[in-house]
């Protein structure tokens, strides 16, 4: 018994590793492939990086890139999440598998779409907010203000169409002024400040970015018309108020759509955030003499004038 003993016990250990590892790649290959490509390094792609780990279900395996610390990313998975805009715009042009773009505006997902027309399912989480929630910001904060001017690019994707019509919806109107290429953006500003109560900014970063934003604000602090602004940022810098999404939200919905992915097998249609935040600078409500509500309250308006709106 002993010599047979030492027989199956020598057996099972050669066997165990050879089952071990069969076991392991049975388990892997069971599991859904998502690749996260990042844009960058930076806090807020890091930030969601962690949040988009932390809701995905069980079953899936995740793969995370840097583009910009990595020559050789892998353009194959079940899933490819792209994470900010130039990551986007490498996968469109890489990658022919299912593609979900997220931290990128509607404005940069039509362009991408535009330039890199694929049968691959594409769908997308847009950084922006709806009109409908932006307006509804706008109106809670300032009710008695009703004319809202927008400065935009002149041939560039921006529509005002659909932003006129929630405005009219709300119970205010728009004033739009294009900027053409090489035209004073100061001359245009001034000329629609001259006619507006409000300036809403949109994302447009031929108009707003790092190099014209310390003037703007300057130009509608001047003429005493408050900027609605893009981000927390923007009113860090001097907007009045400003509604958006954290990575962390924008992660947890981006995760969610992956999941509807990996259990149909299809994508969720390109979307706008379901989860947001709003940033009010009180220092300027009070320079202008404005009387903005809490923020607690603007969420109650914007709730209840945006439910049931996609736009």
Known sequence: ??????????GLQAWLPCYLLLFS??????????LLLLSGSDAPYQHFRQAFEQN??????????????????PAQADLLVTVG??????????SRGPLLATMLTSRNFARIQAVHRAPKPVS?????????RQV????????????VGVLYADGGIF??????????????????????HGSSLAAHLNLLLAQSEVLLAVPDSEIYNSSTIRNILLSTYQRGVPLIGLSAAYVNAGALCAVFSTPEQQAAQSAGMAATFLDTGHLPPAQFPQLYEIALNAAVARSLRLNVR?????????DRATTGSTR
């Open 159 to 180: 529509s005002s169409e659909p932003l006129r019509r929630e405005l009219l919806q709300q119970g205010a109107e728009l004033i739009t002024l294009p900027l053409r």
């Open 136 to 147: 509804a910001l706008l109106r809670a904060a300032l009710p008695a203000r009703t004319r």
């Open 25 to 34: 790649c049975a388990s892997t290959a069971g599991q859904s492939h998502i």
């Open 294 to 302: 809490s923020i607690e309250a603007l969420r109650i308006d914007i």
């Open 85 to 94: 805009t130039k990551a986007a715009q490498w996968a469109a042009a890489n």
């Open 124 to 132: 997308a989480l847009y950084l922006d907010q709806p009109w409908s």
């Open 1 to 10: 018994m002993n010599l047979i003993s030492k027989i199956l016990k020598r």
């Open 56 to 73: 995905l279900p069980p079953g899936a395996r995740l793969e995370v890139h840097d583009l910009m610390q990595q020559k050789d990313v």
